[in-house]
């Protein structure tokens, strides 16, 4: 018997459901104590709804639920997260930790027994790689030398790993740019201490530097 070809399949995103026994409970307690948005509701009253963290959405459907099935959350920085939830009283089944897959993340359970766990990749997960630093004659601009003091110091590196960190992003391509070492909290940190430190220029502000 031949079997059919397999076709080519284009997934651009896939969306957790979740059975809730009652919807309007489970967006209250998804947006309120989890840190969701609300997507939309259908039905009146609703059986049918849809959550976002981030850009991520979930659907939540009316029935009754199966506690069992747990969802996994890829985001920036989960210990910020587990602190706001751990503030909200929601139970936390599994404390923030480094596991051995490279991810640090913790699970919590919702109102319907559902399992569900935030993590962010680890970096330093794998084997050490042994260098040789060298010591380079770099002047850079005042502002953008803070900027980086400060940012190295909310990353927890030291300003030489911070700075070889970025400078490794910026060597790879991405799409139509160049990839980021940092998440998306982290940028807007950055734009925080930008203003802080009085940077008024693009980031081609380089170019037109001219030393006092």
Same mark, same amino acid.
């Given at each position: 018997?031949?079997?059919?070809?397999?076709?080519?399949?284009?997934?651009?995103?896939?969306?957790?459901?979740?059975?809730?026994?009652?919807?309007?409970?489970?967006?209250?307690?998804?947006?309120?104590?989890?840190?969701?948005?609300?997507?939309?509701?259908?039905?009146?009253?609703?059986?049918?709804?849809?959550?976002?963290?981030?850009?991520?959405?979930?659907?939540?459907?009316?029935?009754?639920?199966?506690?069992?099935?747990?969802?996994?959350?890829?985001?920036?920085?989960?210990?910020?997260?587990?602190?706001?939830?751990?503030?909200?009283?929601?139970?936390?089944?599994?404390?923030?930790?480094?596991? $051995?897959?490279?991810? @640090?993340?913790?699970?919590?359970? #919702?109102? !319907? %027994?559902?399992?569900?766990?935030?993590?962010?990749?680890?970096?330093?997960?794998?084997?050490?790689?042994?260098?040789?630093?060298?010591?380079?004659?770099?002047?850079?601009?005042?502002?953008?030398?803070?900027?980086?003091?400060?940012?190295?110091?909310?990353?927890?590196?030291?300003?030489?790993?911070?700075?070889?960190?970025?400078?490794?992003?910026?060597?790879?391509?991405?799409?139509?740019?160049?990839?980021?070492?940092?998440?998306?909290?982290?940028?807007?940190?950055?734009? $925080?201490?930008?203003? @802080?430190?009085?940077?008024?220029? #693009?980031? !081609? %502000?380089?170019?037109?530097?001219?030393?006092?």
């Amino acid at each position: 018997m031949n079997l059919p070809a397999r076709p080519i399949v284009e997934c651009d995103q896939q969306n957790a459901c979740l059975v809730v026994a009652d919807i309007p409970a489970a967006v209250d307690f998804y947006t309120s104590k989890l840190g969701f948005s609300l997507s939309f509701t259908w039905g009146e009253p609703p059986t049918f709804a849809g959550v976002m963290l981030d850009h991520v959405q979930m659907f939540l459907q009316k029935g009754t639920p199966s506690p069992g099935c747990s969802v996994f959350f890829a985001i920036g920085n989960a210990d910020e997260l587990h602190e706001f939830h751990h503030g909200n009283g929601v139970e936390v089944v599994d404390p923030p930790a480094d596991r $051995e897959y490279g991810i @640090r993340d913790y699970t919590i359970r #919702d109102l !319907h %027994g559902y399992h569900l766990s935030f993590g962010h990749q680890l970096f330093n997960a794998g084997p050490a790689i042994e260098i040789e630093r060298v010591d380079v004659p770099v002047r850079l601009e005042k502002r953008i030398a803070l900027v980086l003091q400060d940012l190295a110091g909310h990353k927890r590196m030291s300003l030489s790993s911070c700075l070889e960190e970025t400078l490794l992003h910026t060597f790879e391509p991405l799409g139509d740019g160049v990839a980021s070492p940092h998440t998306k909290a982290q940028l807007r940190h950055i734009q $925080e201490l930008k203003k @802080r430190h009085g940077i008024d220029y #693009d980031s !081609h %502000g380089s170019y037109r530097f001219v030393e006092r």
